[in-house]
C-alpha cells in the first residue's frame, strides 16, 4: 500500500498526516508554526515528518502553504503571512532533511485537489474550489488535472479586482473580490448592517463583548441559524458578490461544479443558498447554458493535508 505524508502549513499550526491512495487520514502529528517562519519553519515541517516517517513506511512528502508557489512545485516565491520564506528552494531543504522526494503546493490548489479526488468534487474531471476564510483562496481542475499556470500562480481568484476603486486589499489593488465575499467581508457587512439598523442589531452584539469590533463570524452565523435579520443580511450581502463572482468565473472556466470551502462554510445552505441565486441572477447569457453545481467542501480542515499528500504520490 502506497503511503505518503501530506503537511499543511499554517499560520498557528504544522499539520502532518500519513494518507494511504483511498484518501484515509492513518495518522497525523502535529507542531506550533514558529513566528519567525524561515529556516525554523522548515525544521518543523521536517520534524512533522521525521516523526510520521518513524510509524510508516513512506514513499514521499507534500507541503501545503499560503502563498505562491514555482511552477516546478520546488520554491516558494512568496508568502506574504509567513517571516524569512520568500524565495526558498524548500524542495531541495526538506530534501536533505527528511531524505524522500517532496513536492510543495500553494494550500487552495492542495484543498482543490483533495476535494476533486476524494470530496465534493469527486467524478467532475472540471472542477472549481473557492476557499472562504479570512481572504478567498482557489484551486481549478481541467480534465481531472490540477491547473497552475504558466509560473504557478493561477487561481487566485481573492484577487479579482470586483468593484472599481472599492476597498483595499492587503495585495496593493482595490476592490478585490475577497474584499466583498471573504470571512471578513462578512464581518464587516454585518458592521455596517448593525450601524444601519443599531435597533435591531442587539441580539447580535450580544454574542460577542457588545461592540462592533467584538463581532465574530461564528457568532454572525450562529446567529443567522435563529433567524437574525442583521446576520441575515450580511450572508446576503456576501453570497450577492459571491454569486456575482462565480457566474463571471464559470464564463471563463466552465466548471461542472463549483465547491465552497473554508471556515464560512460552516453556515451551509445559509450562505450556499443565496449564492446560487445570485450566480443564476448575474450570468451572462442566463438560460442558455447549463450552471455548475455550487456545493459545500466535505473534507473540512484535511483537505489540504490530504490533496498535497496525493500530489506528491504522483
Known amino acids: 500500500m502506497s503511503l505518503t505524508i501530506g503537511v499543511d502549513v499554517g499560520g498557528t499550526k504544522v499539520l502532518g498526516g500519513v494518507v494511504d491512495a483511498s484518501g484515509r487520514v492513518l495518522a497525523t502529528s502535529r507542531r506550533d508554526t514558529p513566528r519567525e517562519g524561515g529556516s525554523e519553519l522548515t525544521k518543523t515541517i521536517a520534524a512533522v515528518a521525521l516523526e510520521l516517517m518513524q510509524q510508516h513506511s513512506i514513499t514521499a512528502v507534500g507541503v501545503s502553504a499560503a502563498g505562491f508557489v514555482s511552477s516546478d512545485r520546488k520554491t516558494m516565491l512568496a508568502t506574504p503571512n509567513i517571516a524569512d520564506w520568500n524565495g526558498v528552494q524548500l524542495e531541495v531543504e526538506l530534501t536533505k532533511l527528511i531524505g524522500l522526494p517532496v513536492v510543495i503546493e500553494n494550500d487552495a490548489n492542495a484543498a482543490a485537489w483533495g476535494e476533486a479526488k476524494f470530496g465534493a468534487g469527486r467524478n467532475q474531471a472540471h472542477m472549481m474550489m473557492l476557499t472562504i476564510g479570512t481572504g478567498v ?11 497552475r499556470g504558466a509560473f504557478g500562480i493561477a487561481a487566485e481568484f481573492g484577487h479579482l479586482r470586483v468593484v472599481p476603486e472599492g476597498h483595499l486589499c492587503g495585495c496593493g489593488a482595490r476592490g478585490c473580490f475577497e474584499q466583498y465575499a471573504s470571512g471578513s467581508a462578512l464581518r464587516r457587512h454585518a458592521r455596517e448592517a448593525i450601524s444601519a439598523s443599531p435597533d435591531l442589531a442587539r441580539n447580535l452584539l450580544a454574542r460577542g463583548d457588545g461592540t462592533i469590533d467584538g463581532l465574530t463570524g461564528q457568532a454572525i452565523t450562529d446567529a443567522a441559524r435563529e433567524g437574525d435579520a442583521v446576520a441575515l443580511a450580511a450572508f446576503q450581502t456576501t453570497a450577492q458578490y459571491l454569486g456575482a463572482g462565480i457566474a463571471s468565473l464559470a464564463v471563463l472556466l466552465d466548471p461542472s461544479c463549483v465547491v465552497i470551502g473554508g471556515g464560512v462554510i460552516d453556515a451551509g445552505e445559509i450562505l450556499l443558498a443565496p449564492t446560487r441565486e445570485a450566480m443564476k441572477r448575474y450570468m451572462p447569457f442566463a438560460g442558455k447554458h447549463p450552471y455548475p453545481e455550487i456545493v459545500a467542501a466535505e473534507l473540512g480542515n484535511e483537505a489540504g493535508l490530504v490533496g498535497v499528500a496525493d500530489l506528491a504520490r504522483n
Open 137 to 147: 483562496g482557489g484551486g481549478i481542475v481541467v480534465n481531472n488535472e490540477l491547473y
